[in-house]
């Protein structure tokens, strides 16, 4: 190699079109380009927006946030009167869609997983009904089944006859009413033991985890969970049980007190959490069949029951597919909650980018407000689930 | 005893097989009852299809109504009143389209499965041919549907049901393909000035649901025009419906360009081909066949969600549906109505998933490992 290769020289080309065939010289000239199409595109909207916005005569800023709102929101977690602001309608907005989301997750995750790993089971019939309910929701569209669900709702009956389950769950083609837990003043103590013993099992489940890694003991497997159920069961029967249930009561023409829950969020609520299920369901079903038939055969081989081999070697693997997906559902899911505003859920489209647009007109403002929001639920969960994701990662040598 | 009958060493004829390891018997000891687990799940599925089936099919089939002028036609029966969609079918198929130019939406939707089959069955006859008039489809297609040039003209506005849906939907295939590809290229960019661009884009369509689109679309989009240039209701929901799902699409594709071995590039670049000619017969080819099934899943994600178009009043198949149910005659139909077009919407997509599973097997060309 040395020596043997003399080094060619070539002339490098002159001339403003040899420079422009040059990658480098394209590259940034390419760049420029871009840039400046794009800040063109930004002068022209904003221009245009301008120009319209003192056509039509609509003020802009950020001061209609401290205006009275003027209209009534069918629920809300936190008070709302229609002489509140529409900044307080943002906050009931917010919340509203936090809480479906926060509802549906969970629910949904279960659901998805219970119905993966049955469309998993050697079953034939199982795996067939599993099937026909992924293939069935799964393509039809999300807004519809909503509607549907919406729809079955109302056959329920009405006011006056609801359905009962005891004296504390009343369902009605409106509603449905569960008991609300009144706290006193001792739930501080028991919301203060039950972090920590949380705190404590985690510190004791990690010094466990460590000797039996020095050691090869096993240690005594029902101390953990036990910190965690009795510590707070010891708090709360010191306090002597500081809550109370309200009971919704039926009155004339509707229900009082207890938590009620208004026909349009089971209806949301229902069609998110089958519809995402059905989705985890699939995610849930590729990631454990995305373990190679090898594993299962050298877990089996080794001696390991069928249900060591799915909880020590196959869903270890399985769940670093899983994660990542799953995790765009949940975000899906928590972007599809805006479909409440087409059967009048008062989330924060319906609330806000609806009808606090529709009476202050001020729709950049209102829907960028609105898009912050969703952008930072969405980067908020999916910062999580990357920290999750990180801590379930296989770690190479 | 019965007499026993003596072979010669290898002449006695094969038995039949037990019982318990071949046949239907074994089968479904295999399949239903290979542990108490098993069993259980299968006595708790069978009771749970002998309480559902019945009524169903009695809902769906034998009680059920399919002809009639108005919601009197069913107060006797106790299944499924069909018969507003069957006096109310042109609605939920042409919209308010007159019904006497319904032809020309026959004419297109012919027009459309032509186009389309040079694309799904790359072997068929006539390809060449097919694909100049899947070129020139769009176009014609338009003419159809909207009109002029002697033709009658239909205003946008009364087209709607599933012609809107298919257009809304095919459309935004058509668009939202080309554009995610280049913005998967520009995110993959080594320009960090196109990176940065597209990749803003994508998170931030990415971060926001359709409907915010769709709002900004039917709220601001004139805002940020000149003054006295408008877009009709359905080019913006074209716009925001197409936007929207290129994104998904560039991530989908930015997958497929992930798998490709660098020295892929290499090669290409060694060769001295340039950037677009690398992408074009080298790169791209490789990195979308991989993505098939996820390209497939975007359409028929993008083709569910032109169902909320709807926000900004344009009358799809669903918001046709909802009109329905809200009519007078039929009022508290709702059920059969969204029953009827949920079960249109599942036929495309379904077959979309469908096709897409035959291409990918057809297309993995012996790679796939037997399982």
Redesign the interface.
């Known amino acids: 190699m040395s020596g043997a290769s003399k080094p060619i020289a070539v002339e490098a080309p002159k001339g403003l079109a040899a420079r422009l065939r040059d990658p480098r010289v394209r590259g940034v000239l390419f760049q420029i380009l871009a840039a400046a199409a794009f800040a063109a595109l930004i002068w022209f909207v904003a221009n245009n927006a301008v120009a319209n916005l003192q056509a039509l005569g609509v003020s802009t800023g950020f001061d209609f946030l401290n205006q009275p709102a003027g209209f009534d929101i069918s629920f809300s977690l936190i008070p709302f009167e229609p002489t509140d602001t529409h900044l307080r309608v943002f906050w009931v907005g917010m919340l509203n869609t936090i809480f479906v989301a926060a509802l549906g997750i969970p629910a949904a995750l279960i659901l998805g997983l219970t119905m993966g790993i049955l469309r998993l089971s050697p079953n034939w019939l199982v795996t067939r009904l599993v099937g026909t309910y992924v293939e069935m929701v799964r393509n039809v569209p999300l807004l519809l089944q909503i509607f549907f669900w919406q729809a079955v709702i109302w056959t329920l009956p009405p006011v006056r006859n609801s359905i009962a389950f005891g004296d504390a769950i009343f369902l009605n083609k409106r509603a449905l009413y569960l008991p609300k837990p009144l706290f006193e003043s001792g739930m501080w103590f028991v919301i203060v033991a039950a972090a920590a013993a949380l705190v404590l099992a985690i510190i004791l489940s990690k010094r466990q985890r460590a000797q039996r890694d020095a050691t090869g003991a096993v240690p005594n497997r029902w101390v953990v969970p036990g910190i965690i159920i009795l510590i707070p069961a010891a708090a709360i029967l010191l306090t002597g049980v500081p809550w109370s249930w309200e009971l919704p009561e039926a009155g004339r023409f509707n229900f009082s007190g207890g938590i009620q829950i208004p026909d349009t969020l089971v209806a949301l609520w229902l069609g998110l959490v089958v519809y995402t299920g059905a989705f985890i369901a699939e995610i849930v079903r590729a990631g454990i069949q995305s373990v190679s038939k090898g594993q299962q055969e050298a877990a089996l081989a080794i001696g390991l029951t069928p249900r060591q081999t799915m909880n020590l070697i196959i869903l270890p693997q399985a769940v670093r597919v899983i994660i990542p997906p799953t995790t765009s559902q949940f975000l899906n899911l928590t972007k599809n909650s805006s479909l409440a505003v087409f059967i009048g859920y008062p989330d924060i489209v319906a609330v806000f980018a609806g009808t606090s647009l529709n009476q202050t007109g001020q729709a950049i403002e209102i829907i960028g407000l609105s898009m912050a929001f969703y952008l930072v639920v969405s980067l908020t969960i999916s910062f999580f689930m990357n920290w999750y994701n990180r801590a379930t990662a296989l770690v190479e040598r | 005893m019965s007499e026993t009958q003596n072979y010669a060493p290898g002449q006695h004829p094969d038995l039949a097989p037990p019982v318990m390891a071949v046949g239907p018997v074994a089968w479904v000891r295999?399949?239903?009852f290979?542990n108490w687990i098993?069993t259980a799940?299968?006595i708790l599925?069978?009771a749970?299809?002998f309480w559902m089936i019945p009524p169903l099919l009695s809902w769906f089939v034998l009680d059920a109504v399919f002809t009639g002028e108005n919601r009197q036609a069913c107060a006797e029966a106790s299944g499924a009143c069909w018969a507003v969609v069957t006096s109310r079918w042109e609605q939920l198929f042409y919209g308010l389209y007159p019904s006497t130019e319904t032809w020309r939406i026959n004419i297109a939707f012919v027009g459309l499965l032509l186009a389309v089959t040079p694309w799904l069955a790359p072997q068929i006859a006539f390809r060449r041919q097919l694909v100049w008039f899947s070129l020139a489809y769009p176009f014609l297609a338009f003419w159809l549907l909207a009109g002029g040039v002697g033709l009658p003209t239909v205003h946008t506005g009364q087209w709607g049901g599933f012609t809107l849906t298919l257009v809304v939907g095919v459309t935004g295939i058509v668009a939202s393909l080309p554009i995610g590809i280049l913005l998967a290229l520009g995110r993959r960019s080594?320009?960090?000035?196109?990176s940065m661009?597209c990749t803003g884009f994508i998170e931030?369509v990415?971060?926001?649901?359709?409907?915010?689109f769709l709002?900004?679309a039917s709220?601001?989009l004139?805002?940020?025009?000149?003054?006295g240039v408008q877009f009709d209701l359905l080019m913006r929901a074209l716009i925001a419906v197409t936007l929207f799902s290129s994104a998904y699409m560039a991530e989908v594709v930015r997958g497929g360009l992930q798998a490709i071995p660098k020295g892929q590039f290499e090669a290409a670049q060694a060769m001295g081909l340039t950037?677009w000619q690398s992408m074009r017969f080298i790169i791209l080819p490789q990195a979308l066949r991989t993505v098939i099934p996820g390209i497939v899943n975007s359409f028929?994600a993008l083709f569910?969600?032109?169902?909320?178009v709807?926000?900004i009043g344009l009358f799809d198949l669903?918001n046709m549906?909802?009109a329905i149910v809200t009519d007078a005659d039929w009022q508290g139909l709702?059920?059969e109505v969204?029953?009827f077009?949920?079960i249109v919407?599942?036929i495309v997509?379904?077959s979309m998933?469908r096709y897409s599973l035959w291409l990918e097997s057809s297309l993995s060309g012996g790679h796939k490992e037997a399982?």
């Open positions: 295999r399949n239903l290979s098993n799940l299968t599925s069978a749970l299809l080594s320009l960090p000035v196109i661009l931030i990415r971060g926001v649901p359709l409907i915010m709002f900004m709220n601001m004139n805002l940020f025009l000149p003054q950037y028929i569910k969600d032109t169902s909320l709807a926000i669903l549906a909802k709702s059920i969204y029953v077009a949920g919407y599942w997509c379904f998933s399982n």
